[in-house]
């Protein structure tokens, strides 16, 4: 009787890092195990030097990502009793765009001493959003161009991008940007710590440094109208080949071996975004079907045979989810982090008090009290911006805005209206896919939030009004990493040909579903209209009032800053 074979599928989030060991046979998850990043997002202040920070950055120190891989591998492999002659593969996912500036060799310029007290050396996380002037620049100069690359990202950029981090460097610290080798995805970064191999997965390169199958990277004479210094960058600093997803790109080396208890030789697959891997783990791999991937932010994803012109979208990329389709994207840049900050800043003592004494965690607290409330009875509307837009004004200059608090609001109904504005931002997006020709018939929820709050579930199939369908596995990142590390082995070692064997055997939905509520849906189609209002007087630059009280913001920010990079 021959053994059961297992992938492992890595997924570095946004403030942590998650292993998981997966059954091939059926996508069981047999061990999983996570590791917090020690250093978080910084946003403050460098880590020992105490360097303040201006307003937008979020950064990342990379010894958090080695850490988590020497930790929740051997952990997984210690809970599970797997012998590691039984795991064909591993598969890496991570949060894009997040860039690691490194030398020829891969050392992170802030690991050295030279270097390690300057901000523009350290990671870069996806959600650093202090270069918008650069993207807006880029946004810009593609236009007046006439290039056509931007056709595939709605028409827009944002700071969220892979080449405006790179042109901040440029533009705050052109010594650093002289100093580096190499501007990397982070997934790409840990894929070569494990593999001792260089590669740049499609997935990062199409949906976040305008990449296309068809044409490659902007031309050399686009980068030097951005900036001279940046003629060569494609050539100088990047890999300019672009590995597909699902491919084995290099095999465990004996350095990564003793850092994480795997086989010398066990085959690494391509590095991806991680809310891509999501996708063929929700079990969608063919047209017709949204996934959300609910987490720190909101990702909205759906493939396509056809290529369609949708207003900010995040992309638009050929083989770019699953081999054979288009994938599009579009998202939201506040989720989890919206629900989190409130939570942080805005809860009285007497809640805290009252989730101790029940035993609960203040969110099932807060959800509990929400769900006693009718749609509609906090009299409150909010826009979704807390980090700004992603989709679809594709703008992070914006900034949140609630409606009528008065002297009686509680944080409950603070609570359930930003629940609820999360799913108008989503409605948002989905009109704008229809709108252009995309049909969506059905919406499958993934990440962490659908299992954690069925309230802001049954709000989003109320305000959608489509069932929602949510995906069996918790940690559908992971588990699509594993997915896809199962193709990049093969069949030949007891892998699978494509990612469609692979989601036909290893991805699973939930029994419960959330259908819409016909009396909620008409109130929330009220409140809906006027959300629109808002969300078009402000976004659609009607009043600015927004950018102008940023602007005022980070001029008192750069005052108070006077080191210089």
Not at 450 to 456: A, F, R
Request: with cysteine; glycine share 8%; hydrophobic share 40%.
């Amino acid at each position: 009787m021959s053994r059961k074979k297992y992938t492992v599928g890595l997924d570095f989030g946004t403030k942590s890092a998650r292993a998981v060991l997966v059954d091939l046979a059926n996508g069981k998850v047999r061990a999983s195990s996570v590791y917090k990043f020690k250093h978080g997002v910084i946003t403050e202040k460098l880590p020992q030097s105490g360097v303040p920070l201006n307003p937008d950055w979020a950064l990342q120190d990379p010894n958090d990502y080695l850490v988590a891989l020497k930790r929740i591998v051997k952990k997984i492999l210690r809970d599970s009793g797997v012998n590691p002659t039984q795991i064909i593969a591993v598969g890496v996912d991570f949060t894009s765009s997040t860039i690691v500036p490194a030398l020829n060799d891969g050392t992170p310029l802030c690991t050295l001493d030279e270097y390690k007290n300057n901000p523009h050396a350290w990671v870069k996380l996806w959600k650093h959003h202090a270069a918008q002037k650069e993207a807006t620049q880029i946004i810009e100069t593609a236009f007046s161009r006439f290039e056509n690359f931007l056709d595939h990202y709605g028409g827009k950029i944002n700071a969220e991008w892979f080449f405006p981090k790179i042109l901040q460097v440029l533009n705050e610290s052109t010594h650093l940007y002289h100093t580096v080798d190499r501007f990397i995805e982070a997934g790409d970064w840990v894929v070569w710590k494990l593999t001792g191999k260089e590669t740049r997965n499609l997935t990062a390169a199409g949906y976040k440094a305008l990449w296309s199958k068809n044409e490659g990277y902007p031309s050399d004479d686009f980068f030097k109208a951005l900036n001279p210094s940046l003629e060569k960058i494609v050539q100088e600093k990047m890999l300019q080949e672009v590995t597909p997803i699902g491919q084995k790109v290099g095999e465990i080396t004996e350095q990564a071996a003793r850092w994480t208890g795997l086989n010398p030789g066990t085959a690494v697959a391509t590095a991806m975004v991680n809310a891509h891997a999501a996708m063929p783990a929700s079990t969608v791999v063919s047209p017709g079907k949204m996934v959300i991937i609910m987490d720190t932010s909101n990702v909205h994803l759906i493939l396509s045979k056809k290529e369609y012109r949708i207003p900010g979208i995040c992309g638009m990329v050929e083989d770019g989810i699953v081999p054979g389709y288009y994938g599009f994207e579009a998202g939201q840049a506040c989720m989890g982090d919206h629900f989190a900050w409130f939570i942080k800043n805005c809860i009285p003592s007497s809640y805290e008090k009252e989730a101790r004494k029940r035993g609960l965690d203040i969110y099932k607290l807060l959800e509990e009290k929400a769900a006693k409330l009718q749609p509609g009875e906090t009299g409150m509307v909010a826009l979704d911006w807390w980090n700004g837009n992603r989709s679809i004004l594709v703008d992070g200059d914006l900034s949140g805005m609630m409606l009528g608090l008065n002297l009686a609001t509680k944080p409950e109904e603070i609570f359930r209206t930003l629940l609820e504005a999360t799913a108008f931002g989503t409605r948002k997006i989905i009109e704008a896919f229809i709108a252009s020709g995309v049909p969506i018939n059905e919406i499958i929820a993934t990440g962490s939030m659908p299992h954690q709050n069925q309230l802001l579930m049954q709000i989003f199939a109320n305000v959608t009004n489509m069932e929602i369908k949510v995906a069996d596995c918790e940690y559908t990142s992971a588990l699509g990493s594993a997915m896809y590390a199962a193709v990049a082995a093969g069949k030949q070692l007891g892998g699978y040909a494509n990612i469609q064997e692979a989601a036909q055997a290893m991805a699973h939905l939930k029994e419960k579903s959330y259908l819409p509520e016909t009396p909620a849906k008409k109130v929330y189609d009220r409140i809906y209209t006027e959300y629109t209002l808002l969300h078009d007087y402000f976004g659609y630059a009607h009043n600015d009032v927004m950018k102008r009280l940023k602007s005022i913001r980070t001029d008192i920010f750069a005052k108070r800053q006077s080191q210089r990079y």
